[in-house]
């Protein structure tokens, strides 16, 4: 991606939606939505790290990015091939650097895949990061996995934060292109029911387009950088988004009264400080994205 993931993401409210989003759903008035799951705590993008965040009864909202392979499984992944930085091979070996780029996502079928382990390599960028031994999941698998904790567990229905992760460079290379991969996605949304509790996000405007269009009802967070104005990213996207995420780093606060007038909430990502958690709260931000889920 052209884009830092540091930016941003999703949502809040307190109302039910309005306009083209008929559902009762109501949103909580802050979003506290842990970034891949919150991968300082546990193995980024795996099932583990999702039904952990769930412990923190503060935790509205599980974020996480999807690829799809080779065989058209949507997959819960970052990047558009295996990282060698927290991925070992199947046979526990790690990935060379000479190797980096050999194992993309879109050029593996989903059987091979799974087989990769993530969560037991030390991972120095994160070392409060317990080790667990998993794998890349299917979207639907994951989601199966937290609707069933939450219905034995009792607890109250999270939202889900979705990313697609696609560009204009990787177009039939590292993905496929945003139609397809917009099909693929909200496929999986639907077939596990939880379309009101969940918002397609992209840096990608023309995969958030795709769906505008195709598929209104779904809510949509635009991951605006921070080189434009407000008005300037609405005005690309064609659309007003239910959300627009903006990067922490290089946060302008305007942004949020600007978005709030227009009837768009605002979210941003990555925040990894108690401190500066709190001072975006008093900013009446509507959610923040952060690998530290427990600093809620």
């Known amino acids: 991606m052209k884009l830092p993931a540091i930016l941003l993401i999703l949502f809040a409210g307190t109302t039910s939606f309005t306009n083209r989003y008929s559902n009762n759903v109501k949103y909580p008035a802050f979003s506290a939505e842990a970034h891949?799951?919150?991968?300082?705590?546990?193995?980024?993008?795996?099932?583990?790290?999702?039904l952990y965040a769930l412990k923190n009864s503060k935790v509205t909202t599980l974020e996480m990015d999807t690829h799809i392979t080779k065989d058209l499984e949507v997959v819960v992944t970052h990047d558009d091939y295996l990282s060698r930085s927290f991925t070992l091979k199947p046979d526990g070996t790690e990935i060379a650097k000479e190797e980096a780029k050999k194992y993309v996502v879109y050029e593996m079928g989903y059987q091979a895949l799974s087989k990769f382990?993530?969560?037991?390599?030390?991972?120095?960028?994160f070392p409060e990061q317990q080790k667990v031994k998993s794998y890349i999941p299917r979207l639907g698998d994951l989601i199966d996995s937290v609707q069933r904790h939450i219905k034995i567990n009792k607890l109250k229905q999270c939202f889900y934060d979705i990313e697609i992760k696609s560009s204009e460079k990787g177009d039939d290379i590292t993905h496929p292109k945003p139609e397809k991969f917009a099909?693929?996605?909200?496929?999986?949304?639907?077939?596990?029911?939880?379309?009101?509790?969940?918002?397609?996000?992209?840096?990608?405007?023309?995969?958030?387009?795709?769906?505008?269009?195709?598929?209104?009802?779904?809510?949509?967070?635009?991951?605006?950088?921070?080189?434009?104005?407000?008005?300037?990213h609405i005005h690309d996207l064609g659309f007003k988004p239910f959300i627009i995420g903006s990067s922490y780093k290089g946060f302008n606060p305007a942004i949020i009264a600007k978005a709030h007038a227009d009837g768009v909430k605002v979210l941003t990502a990555t925040v990894n400080t108690k401190a500066e958690i709190e001072k975006l709260k008093k900013l009446k931000i509507d959610g923040i994205m952060t690998d530290y889920p427990n600093l809620f």
């Open 183 to 232: 099909d693929l996605v909200v496929a999986i949304i639907r077939k596990k029911r939880i379309a009101n509790y969940t918002i397609i996000q992209s840096f990608d405007k023309r995969a958030l387009q795709v769906v505008h269009q195709k598929y209104p009802d779904i809510k949509l967070s635009y991951l605006a950088n921070n080189d434009k104005s407000y008005e300037e």
């Open 117 to 125: 382990i993530v969560g037991s390599k030390d991972y120095p960028a």
């Open 36 to 50: 891949r799951g919150g991968r300082g705590l546990m193995p980024e993008n795996t099932i583990p790290a999702m």
